[in-house]
Nanobody, 118 residues
Framework: QVQFVESGGGLVQPGGSLRLSCGAS????????MGWYRQAPGKQRELVAS???????NYADSVKGRFTISRDNAKKTVYLEMNSLKPEDTAVYYC????????????WGQGTQVTVSS
């Protein structure tokens, strides 16, 4: 069964930074496009960033220029570096593989809470 384990969230002031990590097993990680999603209270889960097996990245307009996604295939881990954080970035962040923009696996991890507040 696929398992995702997210970590690195926390409480940060506006303008601050966080680095999220997500470990994935037991999947052929290196062949998959991986994505970071987030879900704010009362809102649907949305894709914020993705990285292909070849390292091509895509970002939601709301985070472009502030977030950077990267991956370490040897560690089966995907990262999300978040800078210049805003209160509207507050959400639970999850990772999953995706195909054609759709989450590939039905199972999700517990997510990691990011709260941006002064």
């Amino acid at each position: 069964q696929v398992q995702f384990v997210e970590s690195g969230g926390g409480l940060v002031q506006p303008g601050g930074s966080l680095r999220l990590s997500c470990g994935a097993s037991p999947i052929i990680f290196s062949l998959l496009t991986m994505g970071w999603y987030r879900q704010a209270p009362g809102k649907q889960r949305e894709l914020v960033a993705s990285i292909s097996d070849g390292g091509i990245t895509n970002y939601a307009d709301s985070v472009k220029g502030r977030f950077t996604i990267s991956r370490d295939n040897a560690k089966k881990t995907v990262y999300l570096e978040m800078n210049s954080l805003k209160p509207e970035d507050t959400a639970v962040y999850y990772c999953n593989a995706l195909r054609n923009g759709v989450p590939l696996f039905a199972s999700w991890g517990q997510g990691t809470q990011v709260t941006v507040s002064s």
